[in-house]
C-alpha cells in the first residue's frame, strides 16, 4: 500500500500516522493423526443427548477429539476409545466410546427382518433406496441402525435404566458415555466371578432394568452376559440397535423370552435360583 512522503506534504497539512488495525485472527492449529476438531456443534440439535446433560459432557467448540484405541471389534459396529478435551484444560476432558457402524457391505453378520417389523423410515426416498439395497441404501440403513440405538439410548436413560448416556450421533457413530471400572473398560458380565450376595443384587438390578423396558412395551431384544457391562456393583447394558417394539412386532413377545433364557442361564451357572418363564411372565405383567 502507498503512503505519502511526509516530505512533499503542505507544512499546513497536519500529518495523521497510519494506524495498523489487528482482527484478532488466530489460526488453528494443525491437529495429529487421529485428531479432528469437535463434532459437537456442527451435528444437528436433536442429535445430542437428552438432557439434563452430566456435567462430564464437554461441548466447547475448542475441543478437539484424540482417537486412543479401538476397543472392540463387532460384527456390526466398532468400537473405539476417544477423547474430548479442550487444550490447556484440565477440567474439560472427557472419555467417550464411539461405536461406528459398518454399511451392509462390510458388515460379519446381518439381521433378518424379523427385527425390524414395525419400523419405518421417514424419509421416503431413503426408504425406497433402503429397499432396493443400493448403495446409498445401504448406507441408510446403517444410519437407521445407528439413529435406532441412539433414540433407544436417550428413551432408556432418561427413564433410569442404566445405560451409557448418549453424547451425540453423527451420521452413523454414536458417541456415548465410556463405562470403565478403575480406568479400565468395564468387564462383560460373562467374564466376571461375583459372590452370591452381588449375583443376587445383579439379578434384582437386571430385572428391574427390564421391568423399565416391559413398562414401556420394549424388549432388549439381544439380551446376554455379554452385552452387561459389570461395573463393581452396577450393571449397566449395551448393544441396544435392536430394541424390540413387543407390541408392534409380532416376534416381540419371542425375542423377550429369549432375553429372559439368556440371562436366567447365566445366574443359574452361579447358583441362584431363577427361571425363564416366570420372568417373562412378570415382564409381561407389567407390559399389558
Known amino acids: 500500500m502507498y ?19 489487528d482482527f484478532g485472527f488466530v489460526a488453528r492449529e494443525e491437529l495429529a493423526a487421529g485428531q479432528r476438531w469437535s463434532t459437537w456443534s456442527s451435528v444437528a440439535k436433536g442429535d445430542h443427548g437428552p438432557q439434563p446433560r452430566p456435567a462430564w459432557v464437554v461441548t466447547d467448540d475448542g475441543a478437539v477429539d484424540t482417537e486412543l484405541g479401538i476397543m472392540k471389534t463387532g ?14 484444560v484440565s477440567a474439560a476432558t472427557s472419555l467417550l466410546a464411539a461405536k461406528r457402524y459398518r454399511s451392509t457391505d462390510h458388515r460379519l453378520f446381518s439381521r433378518g427382518s424379523s427385527y425390524t417389523q414395525g419400523r419405518r423410515i421417514k424419509d421416503s426416498r431413503e426408504g425406497r433406496a433402503a429397499a432396493k439395497g443400493s448403495a446409498f441404501g445401504r448406507r441408510v440403513q446403517a444410519g437407521e441402525w445407528a ?50 450376595a452381588t449375583v443376587t443384587a445383579y439379578y434384582e438390578q437386571l430385572v428391574e432394568a427390564m421391568a423399565v423396558l416391559a413398562r414401556r412395551g420394549l424388549a432388549h431384544g439381544d439380551l446376554s452376559p ?14 441396544l440397535p ?13 425375542f423377550l423370552l ?13 447358583g441362584l435360583d431363577v427361571d425363564p418363564d416366570e420372568l417373562l411372565a412378570e415382564l409381561l405383567a407389567q407390559a399389558w
Not at 258 to 268: L, S, T
Request: proline residues 8%.
Open 3 to 21: 503512503a505519502p512522503d511526509s516530505s512533499t506534504e503542505s507544512s499546513a497539512t497536519p500529518h495523521v500516522p497510519w494506524t495498523t488495525y
Open 75 to 88: 460384527k456390526e459396529a466398532d468400537v473405539f476409545l476417544v477423547e474430548r478435551s479442550v487444550p490447556g
Open 147 to 196: 439413529r435406532h440405538e441412539f433414540a433407544a439410548l436417550s428413551t432408556l436413560w432418561s427413564a433410569g435404566v442404566p445405560v451409557p448416556y448418549p453424547v451425540q450421533i453423527d451420521d452413523t457413530e454414536i458417541l456415548m458415555e465410556y463405562v470403565d471400572l478403575d480406568g479400565a473398560a468395564a468387564p462383560r458380565l460373562a467374564q466376571v466371578r461375583p459372590d452370591a
Open 226 to 239: 455379554y452385552n452387561i457391562l459389570a461395573q463393581g456393583e452396577r450393571l449397566v447394558i449395551i448393544d
Open 242 to 254: 435392536q430394541v424390540i417394539d413387543i407390541v408392534g412386532n409380532p416376534e416381540g413377545v419371542d
Open 258 to 270: 429369549r432375553d429372559c433364557r439368556n440371562v436366567c442361564r447365566w445366574f443359574v451357572s452361579r
